[in-house]
């Protein structure tokens, strides 16, 4: 029996686990068939449980060495974004929001799905895991993500400004830290 191409994608997902070399091989394998690479997106966002997770973690590496192949995907992906709940798959996504709003910032080629309306449904992603009972590298990602689309969206940096304020007395170590340091970069584009 042939299996079709995402259940065979789901079975090879089947034998990653959390260590680097396994992401990366996996990894490897998408970057050596990048055809894969939207079912392996699909998975992610869609698969609940173990492989989603693992979806999602090959995701976060193939776009670190290609993040191109996320271009026809942005919609898509950004629209999903909201049905994660597990922390697995949630800090995984969140730093490659991080990846994307970075690479943008820098590059003169961005990628022409990068609309407006695009970053508008990232910026309320990006809040809802920075407010949300999430744990801190999500959070902090989600604050690079906020403080970068601020630059474009001017409503955002006075909103982050006040959510890092409100949640930095409760915050973890690593909240405080981030939060502290992106406080400082919000006082000196006042």
Same mark, same amino acid.
């Given at each position: 029996? !042939?299996?079709?191409?995402? %259940?065979?994608?789901?079975?090879?997902?089947?034998? &990653?686990?959390?260590?680097?070399?396994?992401?990366?091989?996996? @990894?490897? +394998?998408?970057?050596?068939?990048?055809? +894969?690479?939207?079912?392996?997106?699909?998975? @992610?966002?869609?698969?609940?449980? !173990?492989?989603?997770?693992?979806?999602?973690?090959?995701?976060?590496? &193939?776009?670190?060495?290609?993040?191109?192949?996320?271009?026809?995907?942005?919609?898509?992906?950004?629209?999903?974004?909201?049905?994660?709940?597990? +922390?697995? @798959?949630?800090?995984?996504?969140?730093?490659?929001?991080?990846?994307? *709003?970075?690479?943008?910032?820098?590059?003169?080629?961005?990628?022409?799905?990068?609309? %407006?309306?695009?970053?508008? $449904?990232?910026? %309320?992603? *990006?809040?809802?895991?920075?407010?949300?009972?999430?744990?801190? @590298?999500?959070?902090?990602?989600?604050?690079?993500?906020?403080?970068?689309?601020?630059?474009?969206?001017?409503? !955002?940096?006075? $909103?982050?400004?006040?959510?890092?304020?409100?949640?930095?007395?409760?915050?973890?170590?690593?909240?405080?830290?981030?939060?502290?340091?992106?406080?400082?970069?919000?006082?000196?584009?006042?």
């Amino acid at each position: 029996m !042939v299996l079709d191409p995402k %259940a065979q994608l789901i079975n090879r997902l089947d034998y &990653v686990d959390a260590t680097r070399i396994a992401r990366g091989q996996a @990894a490897r +394998e998408i970057l050596d068939n990048p055809d +894969e690479f939207g079912t392996l997106l699909e998975i @992610a966002m869609t698969e609940k449980g !173990v492989i989603g997770h693992r979806a999602c973690w090959v995701t976060e590496f &193939v776009c670190k060495e290609n993040l191109r192949l996320m271009e026809p995907h942005l919609d898509y992906w950004v629209s999903m974004l909201p049905g994660l709940t597990d +922390e697995s @798959a949630i800090r995984p996504m969140a730093k490659l929001s991080e990846m994307l *709003c970075e690479y943008h910032e820098k590059t003169d080629q961005p990628f022409t799905t990068w609309t %407006a309306e695009f970053r508008e $449904e990232l910026i %309320a992603v *990006c809040f809802d895991w920075l407010i949300g009972p999430h744990k801190v @590298a999500p959070k902090a990602f989600s604050m690079r993500c906020l403080y970068l689309l601020g630059k474009e969206f001017d409503w !955002v940096h006075d $909103e982050l400004r006040a959510t890092l304020l409100k949640g930095y007395p409760t915050g973890s170590a690593g909240y405080k830290s981030r939060a502290g340091h992106l406080l400082k970069k919000l006082e000196k584009s006042a």
